[in-house]
């Protein structure tokens, strides 16, 4: 398991130093739950209605933004190459590389969103929904993200087509993740959303690595 | 045959017009693409 | 397999599709014109009015749709685990179709949708899911465009719609759950009454056979430019 773990705190390290890593993801963050109220007007009670669905639109997109250097970095460089023929399978690598993205991204979002939720004016219990929500979600964000990042590896700009061919994806993710807010703001529970979203989330990490290890395989031309 | 759609007209008729370019124009783009394809092998293997 | 294997052969494709394309596309134009007949024919539904005419052109839509993306799903296993040469050429000459089958769904749902709801949109689960899938054809259409080498473009389209096809049924019991959640309306809903039955089930075969016909058509205009393609190379 060594080599996994060398492998994850090298991604982190290098996510956290190139592009300031999880600052430009909090960042894009902060500045989209500022601007939505900006969009839309005041209304508290309008803003705690939308805040489960805006801040977990954001995140997605957040965490979007590193997602194309997720293989890129390495592939341009060569090292794609020899970290391939290393011992470590190709699919635990691709776990490693998404879970440092989400370390970097997803996780540092989840830390943010109690200080957005209060701006949206949503109450405690809504809160903690959602930030438990985005913590089980965001990992299937890295996820699913990373069989995108694999499959575009090769496009200089691949990071346009990137989103388009995600985010549909995601949205089973979205919607329980913020469905799971919105049953709580009326009063019901939201732990049926939350099952739902941790299957997803379960079902994408112990798939996509397999899918992204093939993504990786065709682009080096094995 | 009843073509009295009513108040709803002009929702039924522009549906079945758009459905009826739509499909036509696939049809027709794909004809032509093929069209084109065979005159070109063609002419290619003239030279040959 | 073994005789499946046998088209994978160009050349005995276009052998065989010389005779089945003609017959698909006869076919399609009787059930079509069969189906568009009756459906005039009808009497307007009790509760819908004339707005039951949109279900004769809306569902053979939506089930063209998601019969050209199982369609590619299939070709890309075939591509990737039997590496039938042919499933590539034919998975991409389907996405065309499929997408335009789906925004038909979707233009003629919410022409359906004013007049019933009074909104174009209304957010009804099957229209949010057929809106996802119109995503996921493109999403396909572009990771092929994009990817210049055509081996390399196969392979990760293939991935993708594999992966899409699994996403669907989960998208879509994703926005069921999400309807019901926020109380969303239902265009189609209900039993269909016997008499519309059959129009429907005409022009459902028709738009199917349509599908078949174009598809078949451009898997042959593909193969035709790739041999002019090695022509030129050759020259």
């Not at chain 1, 590193?66 to 635990?92: C, K, M, N, T, V």
């Not at chain 1, 112990?206 to 080096?220: D, E, K, M, T």
């Not at chain 3, 005789?3 to 009787?30: E, Q, T």
Request: aromatic fraction near 10%; proline fraction near 5%; include cysteine.
């Amino acid at each position: 398991m060594s080599p996994f773990f060398t492998l994850l705190r090298r991604d982190a390290r290098l996510a956290a130093r190139s592009g300031g890593g999880a600052a430009l993801a909090l960042s894009f963050f902060a500045l989209v739950a500022t601007l939505v109220p900006l969009g839309i007007g005041a209304d508290l009670r309008l803003l705690a209605r939308v805040a489960g669905g805006i801040l977990w639109v954001a995140a997605v997109l957040a965490a979007l933004l590193s997602l194309d250097r997720l293989f890129q970095g390495d592939y341009e460089d060569g090292s794609l190459e020899l970290i391939a023929l290393a011992p470590l399978p190709l699919e635990l690598t691709a776990l490693a590389k998404l879970l440092a993205h989400w370390l970097t991204t997803g996780l540092p979002l989840t830390l943010l969103s109690p200080v957005l939720a209060l701006m949206f004016n949503l109450p405690p219990p809504a809160t903690a929904m959602l930030f438990v929500s985005l913590l089980l979600g965001t990992p299937a964000v890295s996820a699913v993200g990373a069989i995108g990042a694999a499959l575009t590896l090769s496009l200089k700009r691949g990071g346009l087509i990137l989103p388009l061919i995600i985010l549909p994806l995601l949205a089973p993710v979205v919607i329980f993740g913020a469905g799971s807010v919105a049953r709580v703001l009326d009063g019901f529970g939201g732990t049926g959303a939350l099952e739902l979203l941790a299957a997803f989330a379960s079902a994408a990490l112990l798939l996509s690595p397999f899918a992204a290890a093939a993504g990786v395989r065709l682009n080096l031309g094995s | 045959m009843n073509f009295e759609m009513g108040a709803y007209g002009v929702y039924v008729w522009p549906a079945y017009a758009i459905s009826a370019l739509a499909l036509g124009g696939l049809t027709l783009w794909a004809v032509i693409a093929w069209r084109r394809a065979k005159a070109r092998l063609a002419a290619l293997e003239k030279k040959t | 397999m073994q005789s499946l294997f046998a088209y994978a052969n160009p050349h005995n494709f276009m052998r065989l599709s010389r005779v089945v394309l003609p017959i698909a596309a006869l076919a399609a134009a009787v059930t079509l014109g069969l189906g568009l007949y009756l459906a005039f024919a009808v009497p307007p539904d009790y509760q819908q009015g004339s707005t039951v005419m949109m279900l004769f052109i809306h569902v053979p839509a939506d089930v063209a749709a998601e019969a050209a993306y199982g369609a590619i799903a299939v070709c890309s296993l075939f591509s990737l685990v039997w590496r039938h040469p042919l499933s590539d050429t034919a998975a991409r000459a389907a996405a065309p179709l499929g997408a335009v089958f789906t925004a038909l769904g979707l233009i003629t749902g919410a022409l359906w949708g004013k007049p019933m709801w009074g909104t174009y949109w209304v957010w009804d689960a099957r229209l949010t899911s057929f809106l996802l899938l119109l995503f996921l054809y493109l999403g396909y259409m572009a990771l092929w465009s994009s990817i210049e080498d055509e081996t390399r473009a196969a392979r990760a389209a293939a991935i993708l719609a594999l992966i899409g096809v699994v996403n669907i049924p989960i998208i879509k019991f994703s926005v069921d759950w999400w309807s019901t959640l926020h109380q969303g309306e239902s265009i189609l809903s209900g039993k269909i009454a016997p008499v519309y039955l059959t129009p429907l089930l005409l022009m459902m075969a028709g738009y199917m056979l349509l599908f078949v016909t174009l598809w078949l058509l451009r898997i042959r205009t593909a193969i035709i430019e790739r041999r002019a393609r090695n022509l030129m190379v050759g020259a």
